[in-house]
């Protein structure tokens, strides 16, 4: 059984562009949930999909967005890069998405902004 | 304010040994917790995981200790390997309602290393 996938594994951009990256979740899952790793914030959480649709979202600016394609497959969008957005963004699926579900997540994109 | 910590930024210890990381949190919410193992510029990799309604979990050379009343548990690792040596994260989830759905509140991770 296929893993989480995650394309591309790294970027560079430039500040002000957008990027957009796309996460392939394990066949069967149904939830796909985003998170961004830096040295200074941990591993935090941005949002979660399920169904084509946003359940949960954490404190991150609008310029973070997502969506889920019927095949649960999902894309994050960040608009008007920042240097601050530097940083490993990892995607994780689960059958559910339900509180007492396993997560297993991708290789991770990183993005460096320069 | 974080949920979930890992006061222990490492921890060294002999091959063979036993590993023990610890993880406390705050949020009388969480009712289920998890660990991850991570190697620099990959995915965390799933290990172990252990309901509130547990106190304890095993697999193969990893158990995990719940204790609900200190808000506190710990990942053990018996006997360690030289490629055991990674970053562990503790994880938690389930705290209450729609906040909860795919969220994963982790600790700031604990890096082990095992020497030969």
């Known amino acids: 059984k296929a893993g989480v996938t995650q394309t591309p594994r790294y970027l560079i951009k430039t500040r002000g562009q957008q990027v957009t990256l796309s996460c392939s979740p394990i066949?069967?899952?149904?939830?796909v949930s985003w998170y961004q790793q830096t040295p200074g914030q941990g591993l935090q959480f941005l949002f979660e999909?399920?169904?084509?649709?946003q359940r949960n979202k954490g404190n991150f600016p609008g310029r973070f967005s997502g969506r889920q394609f019927s095949n649960s497959r999902s894309e994050m969008n960040v608009s008007t890069l920042e240097l601050g957005d530097s940083a490993l963004y990892l995607c994780a699926s689960s059958w559910g998405g339900g509180p007492n579900t396993e997560a297993f997540f991708g290789q991770g994109t990183r993005l460096t902004v320069v | 304010d974080q949920q979930v910590k890992q006061n222990s930024p490492s921890l060294s210890v002999q091959e063979g040994r036993i590993s023990i990381l610890n993880c406390d949190y705050t949020n009388s919410m969480f009712d289920y917790f998890l660990w991850y193992k991570k190697y620099p510029a990959e995915g965390p990799t799933f290990l172990i995981s252990?309901?509130?309604?547990?106190d304890k979990n095993e697999d193969g050379r990893f158990t995990v200790f719940l204790n609900k009343s200190a808000k506190h548990l710990s990942l053990h690792i018996v006997p360690s390997q030289p490629g055991d040596s990674a970053v562990y994260f503790c994880a938690a989830s389930g705290a209450g309602g729609g906040t909860s759905y795919g969220k994963l509140t982790f600790g700031q991770g604990t890096i082990l290393t095992v020497h030969p």
């Open positions: 066949s069967g899952h149904r939830s």
């Open positions: 999909y399920f169904s084509e649709t």
């Open positions: 252990i309901s509130s309604i547990k």
